[in-house]
């Protein structure tokens, strides 16, 4: 994928290995492209000052589920564990998975999965890629029992990479609104807002609603391969229900701002807006592929963290808020001492002039 043409690197000691305490404390910038002066330093605890009475704010409710497993092979003696997270259950006894790491893995070749005094063995029926299919020797309830046993709650990838990095605290890792399970990874530009913000959100006259977006497990791994001309990315299941596109759209007409909590509701929201900007109820799968040039009809605004430079992320935030500019962002982001990826700090976003 061809995203970002840049010598900018995020230093290694700016990737938060840990989330800001109060969780509303963290720092949120704010980039305005049409301003004379667009980038400015705040804090997510002031949104409420920021944004105007009649905004809208959408959150993304999805709730982090147990998807990663970890086996071992079966022959050989001792070997590192294999890390994987669940992706579909293809038949009673068979799940498609998708590996944590490039590894090789022989089709045929035998898994054990260990946890309390029973283990667990499946067979590798296909590989392509990092996408596995298993197939286990036991089927439908008492598969279920024995998943139930060694499911552990992912963590963002990067954390292995870091040198001070903690186990993280899984509570912490769900947003004071998850409700939806589903979800291989929060939407981390959620984990920003406590009760209290909420409640100051409220009384300033920003109201907000939610949608669903599950975070499906692609989102786990280094940016795959995608190609400038791809018109598509992995698709990933989300709902707006009828009230929710109904106050969205009661909003706009209004003059309000729909401000977009998290490239996952952005997302959602341009999956299923059309060009008249009227957003209607959408359940189901969505791959849009948000990268520059795209006529945005939904967002006005969108609250994200700073995401790697060579990702699909960046080309959405770029596409939307300007290239230059978000390379000016980052180059602050870092001078001023900002914490990068999912623990890290906030911005928020304005829609360039040329994005819509």
């Not at 998975?97 to 045929?108: A, E, G, M, R, T």
């Not at 596995?132 to 990067?158: D, S, T, W, Y």
């Not at 605290?169 to 947003?175: A, G, L, M, V, W």
Request: with cysteine.
């Amino acid at each position: 994928m061809n995203t970002v043409t840049s010598t900018l690197e995020i230093p290694l000691h700016q990737i938060a290995s840990e989330q800001i305490s109060p969780k509303d404390a963290a720092k949120l910038m704010v980039v305005k492209p049409e301003d004379r002066e667009p980038l400015s330093d705040r804090k997510i605890i002031e949104l409420p000052q920021i944004l105007r009475p009649g905004d809208l704010i959408v959150f993304n409710d999805t709730k982090v589920i147990p998807t990663e497993i970890r086996g071992y092979r079966s022959s050989g003696g001792a070997s590192q564990p294999i890390s994987m997270f669940l992706s579909d259950q293809k038949t009673p006894d068979c799940w498609t998975v998708h590996l944590k790491d490039d590894i090789s893995i022989s089709k045929n070749e035998k898994l054990t999965f260990f946890k309390g005094p029973k283990t667990l063995e499946a067979a590798v029926k296909e590989k392509t890629g990092r996408v596995v299919e298993l197939q286990f020797q036991q089927a439908g309830l008492e598969l279920k029992e024995h998943m139930a046993r060694i499911r552990n709650f992912p963590e963002p990838p990067f954390l292995n990479q870091l040198p001070h990095a903690k186990p993280s605290d899984k509570r912490s890792y769900q947003t004071v609104f998850a409700k939806n399970e589903g979800a291989a990874l929060t939407p981390s530009a959620s984990l920003h807002f406590t009760h209290r913000l909420l409640k100051a959100l409220d009384t300033y006259g920003i109201s907000s609603c939610n949608v669903t977006l599950h975070v499906g497990t692609e989102s786990l791994f280094p940016s795959h391969a995608v190609k400038d001309d791809d018109k598509a990315l992995h698709s990933e299941w989300g709902e707006i229900t009828k009230a929710a596109a109904n106050k969205i759209n009661q909003v706009r007409a209004m003059g309000g701002r729909i401000i977009a909590v998290g490239t996952t509701v952005m997302r959602l929201l341009e999956s299923s807006t059309d060009k008249s900007q009227l957003t209607k109820p959408f359940r189901g799968t969505t791959d849009i592929f948000i990268k520059p040039g795209f006529q945005f009809r939904a967002t006005d605004a969108l609250i994200t963290n700073f995401h790697p430079l060579d990702s699909t992320l960046f080309l959405l935030v770029s596409a939307f808020s300007g290239q230059n500019m978000m390379l000016n962002a980052y180059k602050r982001a870092i001078s001023h001492n900002y914490r990068f990826l999912s623990f890290g700090d906030s911005s928020l976003l304005f829609r360039a002039s040329t994005s819509a």
